[in-house]
């Protein structure tokens, strides 16, 4: 392997490669690829040795399928039209930067796993700041005019409780937390992202089910940056909230 100087992320080699960062970290599971490991489930990869080795191998690069959105037209939606659709059982409707978007509702792993994460942090922030509160979906969070989100899950910390209105969240909670599914990889991963990043969310995880891992990122100098990640097995512990232990063989399994 080369020397550290050349060494990238799994997120810049997957970006790199255009592919998701589960694709790499399933490579690297898989010893598809070669990687330094720098610390427990802390990869680094060279691009180039990389390259080589997936054009050396049988295996291809996979192609990776774009999330399907639906939208009723080119109009630059708003909270307020938003307000005006009617309900639609098996579908949940956000507004991401004026585009209005429509997903089928989560299946039940989905559900589990959201489930036993909302414990922990429940529990954990119950302990660390009992003001604060933790929420689920369905529940409108509004970042603006022209974006009403539906996070899977939230801490909203208790010096943010103005924020907290009778119908909806108002504003940028201290956590989001989205758990990916078949129709919400590249949405979760790129324009709520996004989203997330501009409305200054200080905190932002990806838990990803079928790929078995979670990355948290964490707002440093105006962008995200990956503070922490894991999978299979790992206990995820955040450097930001001091005792937080995600173990996710309990959450993912």
């Known amino acids: 392997m080369a020397e550290n100087k050349e060494l990238v992320t799994a997120q810049a080699l997957a970006d790199a490669l255009g592919l998701s960062v589960e694709t790499i970290w399933r490579?690297?599971?898989e010893?598809?690829?070669?990687?330094?490991?720098?610390?427990?489930?802390?990869y680094r990869y060279n691009l180039q040795d990389v390259i080589q080795a997936l054009s050396g191998s049988s295996s291809t690069i996979a192609r990776e399928n774009s999330a399907q959105y639906q939208s009723g037209d080119n109009k630059l939606f708003t909270y307020q039209d938003y307000l005006q659709l009617p309900d639609q059982p098996g579908y949940r409707y956000e507004v991401l930067?004026?585009?209005l978007v429509k997903d089928p509702s989560p299946n039940v792993m989905h559900q589990r796993v959201s489930r036993r994460l909302q414990r922990i942090l429940e529990d954990y922030f119950w302990s660390v700041d009992p003001d604060g509160e933790v929420f689920d979906a369905p529940l409108d969070?509004?970042?603006?005019e022209i974006n009403v989100v539906q996070p899977d899950l939230f801490y909203v910390s208790g010096e943010q409780k103005n924020i907290i209105?009778?119908?909806?969240i108002d504003g940028s909670p201290t956590l989001i937390v989205e758990i990916l599914s078949p129709t919400s990889r590249r949405k979760d991963r790129l324009q709520k992202m996004?989203?997330?990043?501009?409305?200054?969310v200080q905190h932002y995880w990806i838990v990803d089910p079928e790929e078995k891992t979670l990355e948290c990122f964490a707002l440093r100098e105006g962008a995200y940056a990956v503070v922490a990640n894991g999978m299979d097995e790992d206990a995820v512990e955040h450097p930001d909230f001091v005792g937080?232990?995600?173990p996710l063989k309990e959450v993912l399994a």
């Open 27 to 29: 490579y690297t599971r």
């Open 31 to 42: 010893n598809k690829i070669p990687y330094i490991e720098l610390g427990k489930r802390q």
């Open 97 to 99: 930067e004026g585009t």
């Open 141 to 144: 969070t509004t970042l603006g």
């Open 165 to 168: 209105k009778e119908a909806r």
């Open 194 to 200: 996004r989203i997330y990043q501009h409305a200054r």
């Open 244 to 246: 937080l232990i995600i």
